[in-house]
T-cell receptor, first 113, second 113 residues
Framework: ETGVTQSPTHLIKTRGQQVTLRCSSQSGHNTVSWYQQALGQGPQFIFQYYREEENGRGNFPPRFSGLQFPNYSSELNVNALELDDSALYLC????????????FGPGTRLLVL | QQQVKQSPQSLIVQKGGIPIINCAYENTAFDYFPWYQQFPGKGPALLIAIRPDVSEKKEGRFTISFNKSAKQFSLHIMDSQPGDSATYFCAAAGGGGADGLTFGKGTHLIIQP
């Protein structure tokens, strides 16, 4: 088990609503990345935060936004939820100097009805 | 646009056999190639990773073979066990990591007793 925790574990929302997912990174890690994993697919990179700044973003619309806090925990916010947003949302933490070694949390399963 | 192609989609091997999973990439800027193992309800866990300056890397029963000219890499699992039954993902990254990891679509591996 990694030291990365995510909350909540499961969530059900309706189309058009907003959702906030949370991630607590492994001790000593200052970089957090978020991924979306649709059923039966590999994870897709949403964005990455390093020292509270977004320093990389995948092909996701602006309604996906995030924050990183001084303790390096992080939030993923999704506005105007769509049915296709139903997925497992994973966060991964790493240490900036060793960014490649990413440790994933268990994920939050989001269902949009 | 799929930058990392993974095959096969599913694989069944007898206990003790050597499952082989293959991946091919397109982006020559990639310089880090990890493999992740994911069990149902869990986040991906890093198994082993390789950089393009070596052609093979072994860690325990897991071996990565890397062919830079062909832009291909593969995972071999020696002496496979039923506990190895999981979904395996190859991934690739480069350019300092700000673009995150690009994952393949995954291989569902079953090791039969």
């Amino acid at each position: 088990e990694t030291g990365v925790t995510q909350s909540p574990t499961h969530l059900i929302k309706t189309r058009g609503q907003q959702v906030t997912l949370r991630c607590s990174s492994q001790s000593g890690h200052n970089t957090v990345s978020w991924y979306q994993q649709a059923l039966g697919q590999g994870p897709q990179f949403i964005f990455q935060y390093y020292r509270e700044e977004e320093n990389g973003r995948g092909n996701f619309p602006p309604r996906f936004s995030g924050l990183q806090f001084p303790n390096y925990s992080s939030e993923l916010n999704v506005n105007a939820l769509e049915l296709d947003d139903s997925a497992l949302y994973l966060c991964a933490s790493s240490f900036g100097g060793q960014w490649e070694t990413q440790y994933f949390g268990p994920g939050t399963r989001l269902l949009v009805l | 646009q799929q930058q990392v192609k993974q095959s096969p989609q599913s694989l069944i091997v007898q206990k003790g056999g050597i499952p082989i999973i293959n991946c091919a990439y397109e982006n020559t800027a990639f310089d880090y190639f990890p493999w992740y193992q994911q069990f149902p309800g869990k986040g991906p866990a890093l198994l082993i990773a390789i950089r393009p300056d070596v052609s093979e890397k072994k860690e325990g029963r897991f071996t990565i073979s890397f062919n830079k000219s062909a832009k291909q890499f593969s995972l071999h699992i020696m002496d496979s066990q039923p506990g190895d039954s999981a979904t395996y993902f190859c991934a690739a990254a480069g350019g300092g990591g700000a673009d995150g990891l690009t994952f393949g679509k995954g291989t569902h591996l079953i090791i039969q007793p």
